[in-house]
C-alpha cells in the first residue's frame, strides 16, 4: 500500500503560478510511475501530465507549455509547477502512482484561479 500526500493547492489570480507537490510513503517510489489528473466539480476526472516510460515529461494539450512535471525520487515526491494559470484551471488536483495493475490515489488539493 502507498500512501501519496498533494499539497501547495489554493487560490491565485488569472496568471499566476503555484507549485503542487506529491509526496509517497514508499521508500521504493523509484520504481512507480507518477502522473498528475484534475477534477471538476460534477466531471470526470482527467489526466494532466505524466512520465513516458524513457522518462520524458508528457503534457495534456491545455497545459502544454504552462505545466512542468518533475520528480525528486530523493525526496519521494513529484512536482506539478503550474505557471499562466487560467480560470479554467480550477480544480482538485490529484497525484496518482502506478506499479503494474496497481494504483494508489491521493486525497486531491484543490487549486482556484479566480481574480
Known amino acids: 500500500q502507498v500512501q501519496l500526500v498533494e499539497s501547495g493547492g489554493g487560490l491565485v489570480q488569472p496568471g499566476g503560478s503555484l507549485r503542487l507537490s506529491c509526496v509517497a510513503s514508499?521508500?521504493?517510489?523509484?520504481?512507480?510511475?507518477i502522473d498528475w489528473y484534475h477534477q471538476v466539480s460534477g466531471k470526470q476526472r482527467e489526466w494532466v501530465a505524466g512520465f513516458s516510460s524513457d522518462g520524458h515529461p508528457n503534457y495534456a494539450d491545455s497545459v502544454k507549455g504552462r505545466f512542468g512535471i518533475s520528480r525528486d525520487d530523493a525526496k519521494n515526491t513529484v512536482y506539478l509547477q503550474m505557471n499562466s494559470l487560467k480560470p479554467e484551471d480550477t480544480a482538485v488536483y490529484y497525484c496518482k502512482a502506478t506499479l503494474g495493475i496497481h494504483n494508489y490515489w491521493g486525497q486531491g488539493t484543490q487549486v482556484t484561479v479566480s481574480s
Open positions: 514508499t521508500s521504493r517510489f523509484r520504481i512507480y510511475n
